[in-house]
């Protein structure tokens, strides 16, 4: 992609569409009276196929796919009395396969798969298969295996991960994996091609296909090498194969593959070197390989391999707002990250701010208020912003 355009969703002002060229924003709302516009609802979750095309999916106005060439958008919708349709559910995770098989996973609506030149749908509700209608992650690996998150339901108090069988046409839960309770937050398959399952409130747990084990990983208040907290929400694996984990009120944790251990880092209040916040809502690693930690409160932060502290960048020094919500690097040494105060493009090269809200076209200044987060999904790739 040699033009990075940037998309930015929201709860209820569609959708605003940023061009560095010339550096303005460009709205895309429902019109009524153009069938090529976007659709109502609000924008839950983002994917770029392979083709370029972008699909959105609504908290009830179905998926867009936006046509980058022709620069207008195509509604797939739920149709009553067609189950070849979609289902009317909002739509919280959208996967291509390396088939070419669109993958959609809904809040209550459970999963909708169309097959690569077709037109429609299949429809799997809960069955004796699966426990759970609300579909939070749909992720294919590198073997081309489908792994669903499924959040808890009534055949299925826990959550569930769910596998699909490609040679029967039909899905099973994965009882390899064993969850107590609280669904999946993320999945991820790291270098080796072990699974990672991160959850809201049971830790982390580890499959190896190779040896069909899995190990859990929970937090021990008496044991300061396992992971701070079992509610994790980001993961991020570096350029090293090195994962990070972050929770939403406990730091950050270094995996240690050599001793099956996590080093966590905290806030100190007396160290303006330690972490910002142990509020932590998302991790990415630039082209330079340098490790970035957005926090509630702590703002933006740079992690330092070398002497193993934090560098903040907070509104004092630029940024827009100190809860970050986002980030994501682009190929020019630029980080976006949406804040509880608007959009800031953070240029590492000169760690100056160049900072975006209402007064320049952005929709919205609020991303907590005024788009949907998804903290669930993996890599630290979020709904509020899309770089294309």
Not at 206 to 216: A, D, G, I, L, S
Request: net charge negative; aromatic share 12%.
């Amino acid at each position: 992609m040699t033009v990075e355009k940037i998309w930015i969703g929201s709860f209820d002002k569609g959708l605003d569409l940023y061009d560095p060229i010339t550096e303005s924003f460009t709205n895309f709302s429902h019109n009524p009276s153009i069938n090529s516009s976007f659709s109502i609802g609000a924008v839950m979750s983002i994917y770029e196929d392979k083709s370029g095309g972008v699909w959105f999916g609504t908290g009830g106005g179905g998926i867009n796919r936006y046509d980058p060439l022709n620069q207008n958008f195509t509604h797939v919708q739920h149709i009553p009395g067609n189950p070849a349709s979609i289902s009317p559910n909002p739509v919280l995770a959208i996967c291509e396969d390396h088939l070419g098989n669109l993958w959609i996973g809904s809040d209550g609506g459970g999963i909708n798969v169309r097959e690569k030149n077709s037109s429609e749908f299949k429809n799997y509700l809960q069955n004796p298969s699966f426990g759970s209608n609300a579909i939070t992650v749909i992720y294919e690996d590198s073997k081309g295996n489908i792994w669903i998150g499924a959040d808890p339901g009534v055949n299925s108090p826990a959550g569930e991960l769910i596998k699909y069988d490609r040679k029967t046409k039909s899905f099973y839960p994965f009882k390899k994996v064993s969850l107590n309770f609280g669904g999946i937050s993320a999945i991820h398959e790291d270098k080796f091609g072990d699974l990672w399952i991160t959850t809201p409130s049971d830790g982390i747990h580890r499959y190896n296909p190779k040896t069909e084990k899995e190990n859990v990983y929970r937090t021990n208040s008496s044991d300061s090498t396992t992971i701070s907290s079992n509610s994790i929400f980001s993961i991020c694996e570096d350029h090293n194969g090195d994962l990070w984990f972050g929770s939403i009120s406990s730091g950050l944790n270094l995996f240690n593959r050599e001793n099956n251990s996590f080093t966590r880092f905290i806030n100190d209040p007396n160290d303006k070197t330690s972490l910002g916040s142990n509020a932590v809502w998302c991790i990415a690693e630039d082209a330079k390989e340098n490790l970035w930690i957005g926090t509630w409160g702590g703002g933006l932060n740079k992690y330092s391999r070398e002497i193993k502290s934090f560098i903040r960048f907070t509104a004092d020094n630029g940024l827009s707002g100190n809860i970050v919500y986002g980030i994501i690097p682009d190929d020019h040494g630029n980080l976006w990250i949406s804040t509880n105060k608007g959009l800031s493009k953070f240029t590492t090269d000169m760690s100056s701010f160049t900072n975006y809200d209402k007064s320049n076209g952005l929709m919205i200044n609020d991303f907590s208020a005024g788009a949907y987060l998804n903290q669930k999904m993996a890599d630290c790739f979020l709904v509020e912003i899309r770089v294309q």
